[in-house]
Structure formats: C-alpha cells, structure tokens
C-alpha cells in the first residue's frame, strides 16, 4: 500500500517563502509522476506543479518563476519550493503520486499567506 506524508506547510506573511515535503513509502515503481495540487475554499483542486521520474516538470501559469519542484528518488520525495508566497496561494496543498494510471494523495497541508 502506498502511503504520502506530507510537512512544511504554515502561516507566512506575503513575499515569504515555505518548502514542502512529500515522502512515499510502499510499493513504488520506478517510473512515475509526482506532483502538488492545491485547493482553496469554494475552488477546485489545482494542479500547481508536477515532476516525473527523469526530472520533466510542468508548472501552472500562476506560479511559475515562483515555486520550484524537485525530487529524490533515492528517498523517494518530492518537494515544492515556494517563494514570493501571495495571499492568493493560500490553501491546502495535496502531494499526488501517479504511477501508470493509478493516482495516490496525501492528506493535505495548509498553507496561508497572510499579514
């Protein structure tokens, strides 16, 4: 059974950074996709960055230049480096694991941006 725990989510003022982390444990292929979603109240959950297995990433429109992900394969985690935070970003941030068709999720941690 695979299993996402995700930390360094938290209160950070505007123009502040946080980095997340997202460890998986399991059984996990080698070759899959990880990534970040993020959902704010009265929104859909949205995809804000995501890095496969040889280092591709893709990045939505409203981070880039902003957030950063990266991976350790050897530990297998993934983790979001983000800074220039806008209150805007505020929400629960979610790790998903995508390994062929089969997709897995963390419970989710809160980020807020906030004065």
């Known amino acids: 059974q695979v299993q996402l725990v995700e930390s360094g989510g938290g209160l950070v003022q505007p123009g502040g950074s946080l980095r997340l982390s997202c460890a998986a444990s399991?059984?996990?292929?080698?070759?899959?996709?990880m990534g970040w979603y993020r959902q704010a109240p009265g929104n859909q959950r949205e995809l804000v960055a995501r890095i496969s297995s040889i280092g591709g990433t893709n990045y939505a429109d409203s981070v880039k230049g902003r957030f950063t992900i990266s991976r350790d394969n050897t530990k297998n985690t993934v983790y979001l480096q983000m800074n220039s935070l806008k209150p805007e970003d505020t929400a629960v941030y979610y790790c998903n694991l995508l390994i062929s068709f089969l997709g897995y999720w963390g419970q989710g941690t809160q980020v807020t941006v906030s004065s």
């Open positions: 399991g059984i996990i292929s080698n070759i899959n996709t």
